[in-house]
């Protein structure tokens, strides 16, 4: 049985989504005190798996004016039978178990190639301040958000498009850049360098309406596959 829902924003909200403060999941709108989620970015699947998971009953959120629209999820892929996998696993096992018991081990004495005091501590990672200029093909995007990926720690752009990043970054941290009207973008920091010039590019499919409101989420039906 597969559920498909419709999403729909009865009332769209006039808040300028640049202005408010980044966050996780999209822009904290100080005028409703609640977190604005950009759906904008996301596909159908991941749409429907957000409401699916979501324990809260108001969700405020920007949506492309093409997502507002039925969302079915996928049909999950059928699986072989647990209980043969294990079957065919415990005959595996021992037929391994029999075979390893026929030989004679002979035991190899421990050498010293690694020494202990050889191995790295990978504990602590290097961190540096990352910071750049944000720019479109012809001049620099004031009000971009720049947000460390998994957390709601980010800045914006000043009137020149440059930033600064608040904390301190290390290798493997991931920055998202988001602006309306152009295509986000994910970079990995690599070094202090590594978002020293980073280039928006304008997102076509955003020439249409970008939406903002509390979502009602409408069940349109149930179909019966077999």
């Known amino acids: ?14 808040e300028n989504y640049n202005e408010f403060s980044p966050t996780c999941n999209g822009g ?4 409703c005190k609640t977190e604005v989620v950009d759906f904008s970015g996301m596909d159908s699947q991941e749409i429907t798996d957000y409401f699916k998971n979501n324990t809260t009953q108001n969700v405020c959120g920007r949506f492309k004016s093409s997502q507002l629209t039925a969302h079915q ?13 294990g079957l065919a696993f415990a005959f595996l096992s021992l037929f391994a178990l029999n075979s390893a018991q026929s030989q004679t081990i ?8 690694n020494p202990p005091s050889k191995i790295q501590d ?18 620099p995007l004031p009000g971009v958000n720049v947000v460390l990926q998994g957390t709601s720690i980010g800045t914006s752009t000043d009137f020149d498009g440059n930033f600064e990043f608040p904390i301190k970054l290390k290798k493997g941290d991931v920055l998202v850049f988001s602006y309306v009207g152009m295509e986000s ?22 020439t249409e309406c970008m939406i903002l409101g509390k979502v009602a989420v409408k069940k349109a039906y149930k179909s019966k596959r077999r």
Do not use: W, Y
């Not at 049985?1 to 006039?14: A, D, G, V, Y």
């Not at 904290?28 to 005028?31: A, G, M, P, Q, R």
């Open 185 to 206: 973008q994910k970079l990995v920091i690599t070094n202090d360098q590594t978002a020293s010039n980073v280039t928006l590019k304008v997102n076509m499919s955003m």
């Open 1 to 14: 049985m597969n559920k498909q829902f419709n999403l729909s924003i009865e009332s769209p909200c006039q």
């Open 28 to 31: 904290f709108c100080k005028s």
């Open 106 to 113: 002979h035991p190899k004495p421990a050498t010293s190639e």
């Open 122 to 139: 990978t504990s602590f990672q290097k961190t540096f301040i990352v910071k750049g200029t944000v720019s479109d093909n012809e001049a």
């Open 73 to 85: 999820p996928t049909i999950p892929i059928k699986r072989t039978s647990n209980f043969l996998n």
